[in-house]
């Protein structure tokens, strides 16, 4: 007669399931978690939003998320300011106060960005 423990695959045996085990295995899950969300935030050190006087505000960190990188978001909103430059400014706006506030507050972003997503340069190199 085979009974259950002899069908289960030999990893599966219930003295694999024993506290000491679950502990270790719950530490080994826990630390690599730890490291994972260690290397992403040392990845980017970038603020989560900025703001402007006014009281604007633009959501840097979900703009990074969805593209991938400080790199690519800094890619994407210079973009945007690109073709609003490009199609003749707030000008061509209904509610110029408006684009105007939307422009800064992406310069900010841009500023930010570019402050975060630059390469961090050793003290006794020389760029160049």
């Known amino acids: 007669m085979v009974t259950l423990m002899d069908a289960l695959p ?36 970038c603020p989560g939003y900025v703001e402007t006087d006014a009281g604007s505000a633009f959501d840097i ?6 593209t991938g990188s400080p790199e690519s978001a800094l890619d994407k909103i210079r973009n945007a300011v690109a073709r609003v430059n490009a199609g003749g400014g707030c000008a061509i706006f209904r509610d110029r106060l408006a684009c105007e506030e939307t422009l800064t507050l992406a310069n900010k972003a841009i500023a930010a960005l570019q402050a975060c997503a630059s390469p961090t340069v050793p003290k006794n190199t020389k760029r160049g």
């Open 61 to 66: 960190a979900s703009i990074i998320r969805d």
């Open 10 to 45: 030999r990893s599966f045996r219930a003295r694999d399931f024993s506290v000491r085990a679950l502990r270790a295995r719950r530490f080994h899950a826990a630390a690599i978690a730890g490291l994972i969300c260690a290397a992403t935030h040392a990845q980017t050190q």
